[in-house]
């Protein structure tokens, strides 16, 4: 059964292919519904992704408490990344609470 949600925390893990790579800096998420934006940019500096088998568990939280983003059950969601560098892969947890 689908329920309503309300995004509060984005999590998310960035690796790069080598040590040699830049680091993404300043990252924006936004949320968007319906293919428009739908909440302002959370920003983190994402300035300690890992690479090989170095600093794989690295975590950077986006704080979305404070933004306008509750979505009815079946609403499609989507999410924007906008890192100052190149950013390379991301694995990212979305989390929330039923309203």
Request: hydrophobic share 30%; proline share 3%.
């Amino acid at each position: 059964m689908p329920y309503d949600l309300k995004i509060n925390t984005i999590y998310v893990n960035h690796n790069r292919s080598t040590s040699g790579n830049a680091q993404p800096g300043n990252t924006d998420i936004q949320l968007y519904k319906g293919g428009s934006a739908y909440s302002s940019d959370v920003t983190v500096n994402i300035s300690g992704s890992g690479y090989d088998a170095v600093d794989h568990a690295v975590v950077y939280t986006f704080d979305f408490t404070g933004e306008t983003n509750t979505y009815s059950a079946g609403e499609v969601m989507a999410i924007s990344l906008d890192p100052t560098s190149t950013a390379y892969w991301f694995a990212i947890t979305i989390c929330g609470e039923y309203v």
